[in-house]
């Protein structure tokens, strides 16, 4: 069992930032990845980005060159620094966790935290 706590949505002006935060605890030894997925009313839960416990990343293409993932193992933390915000990505964001097997098997992630809402507005 994994637990996840994320921390850092609010509202924030088109252009401006936020930094999300994730902290895993419990099963920790089961995590190969962490990430971000995202949903807006009446859309589809979409991932945002991913990273392996090794570095690699995984960015959205609508996020690219915008967001940035990153981690700190010793904290079992996860990050995700959103700028040049857009209203279009006002949705609620999930911090994710992936065993190894689920992460290459194209389905959603194994662990999932309760969300936090990131509203862009003027």
């Known amino acids: 069992q994994l637990h996840l706590v994320e921390s850092g949505g609010g509202l924030v002006q088109p252009g401006g930032s936020l930094r999300l935060s994730c902290a895993a605890s419990g099963n920790i030894s089961s995590i190969y990845a962490m990430g971000w997925y995202r949903q807006a009313p009446g859309k589809q839960r979409e991932l945002v980005a991913a990273i392996t416990t090794g570095g690699r990343t995984n960015y959205a293409d609508f996020v690219k060159g915008r967001f940035t993932i990153s981690r700190d193992n010793a904290k079992n933390t996860v990050y995700l620094q959103m700028n040049s915000l857009k209203p279009e990505d006002t949705a609620v964001y999930y911090c994710?966790?992936?065993?190894?097997?689920?992460?290459?098997?194209?389905?959603?992630?194994?662990?999932w935290g309760q969300g936090t809402q990131v509203t862009v507005s003027s």
């Open positions: 994710t966790a992936d065993r190894l097997a689920t992460y290459y098997s194209g389905n959603y992630p194994y662990y």
